[in-house]
């Protein structure tokens, strides 16, 4: 089964033109915007994977993480199909984007939490 990490990041980035990975790079405050998908939790099943993902947003700005942050979700929600080495079945918003906290307050951070159905390609 495919990795949802290695599958949706490189999606967000042909997406959005945004920088996107399972994790934050360090100093981030100089590599901004930027996207991070992960894994939080889901369950498998013996055709297909139905896996909760984290997709936080970090800009300089609010109103930056606020508009990324949408137009990534509008993208998520109606994605379908074929995606780098996997087939996308359905992605349900279980928690859109709001403002979460960051340790810099420099940088601002939108989260939002997606369950997303597929199987391998």
């Known amino acids: 089964m495919a990795d949802i ?6 999606w967000a980035e042909s997406t959005t033109g945004v920088k996107a990975g399972a994790e934050t790079p360090p100093e981030l405050e100089k590599k ?15 055709f297909a994977d139905h896996p909760r993902v984290a997709v936080d947003v970090f800009a300089a700005t609010a109103d930056e993480a606020r508009t990324l942050a949408n137009r990534l979700r509008d993208a998520l ?20 984007p709001s403002r979460q906290p960051w340790t810099n307050e420099a940088i601002h951070r939108r989260g939002a939490t997606y369950t997303v159905s597929f199987r391998g390609a």
């Open 5 to 10: 990490e290695a599958v949706l990041n490189p």
């Open 32 to 46: 901004l915007p930027r996207i991070r998908i992960e894994r939080i939790g889901g369950f498998d099943e013996r």
């Open 77 to 96: 929600i109606f994605l379908r199909g074929p995606v780098n080495g996997a087939v996308i079945r359905s992605v349900r918003c279980d928690s859109g």
